[in-house]
């Protein structure tokens, strides 16, 4: 009899442990890094600007870049040579949405009017690529990998977000 009363306790409070588990795990995100806030500004700043040495700047030599899951870049100079040609291109303009934040993380979505054939005029009826990219930074408050995700020209409709 003394046993079962252990047994059923026993079970009691594993079941009580195990029911609290997911609130226990529910902790909020450790907050943003310090300088984040004004590296994503930098960061919207250099690139709508088309300024290479600014964004250079805010690149980490040792900077590792991922589009589409494939490693296209192994260091600050391999991306500087790579994208800085599409950067600095007469013709081209870079925009970016408003960006989301998690600790030692940015996310945007990068636009680009990819039809301008990285320096020739503008259609003026054409033409912008989206991608998403993400921008990992460093405690030393430099960016050190750049995840990019193509995601192409063609816009999804706004949708009713009501549930039918």
């Not at 700043?45 to 490693?71: P, T």
């Not at 991306?79 to 950067?87: A, E, M, P, Q, S």
């Not at 998690?102 to 690529?129: D, Q, V």
């Amino acid at each position: 009899m003394r046993l079962q009363m252990s047994l059923g306790r026993a079970v009691a409070v594993a079941t009580l442990l195990l029911s609290a588990t997911p609130v226990l795990s529910q902790l909020p995100p450790p907050p943003a890094l310090p300088q984040q806030a004004a590296l994503a500004g930098q960061l919207v700043s250099a690139i709508e600007s088309k300024d290479l040495a600014k964004y250079g700047a805010l690149l980490d030599d040792n900077l590792q870049v991922f589009e589409d899951g494939k490693q296209i870049a192994r260091s600050k100079k391999d991306w500087i040579d790579r994208f800085g040609r599409k950067l600095t291109a007469g013709g081209v303009i870079f925009r970016m949405t408003p960006g989301f934040a998690s600790n030692g993380r940015l996310l945007f979505i990068e636009y680009f009017n990819s039809m301008a054939s990285w320096g020739k005029a503008t259609p003026s009826h054409c033409c912008w690529s989206y991608d998403a990219v993400s921008y990992d930074i460093a405690s030393n408050g430099k960016i050190v990998t750049i995840r990019r995700l193509r995601g192409g020209d063609q816009k999804i409709p706004d949708v009713d977000r009501q549930a039918k």
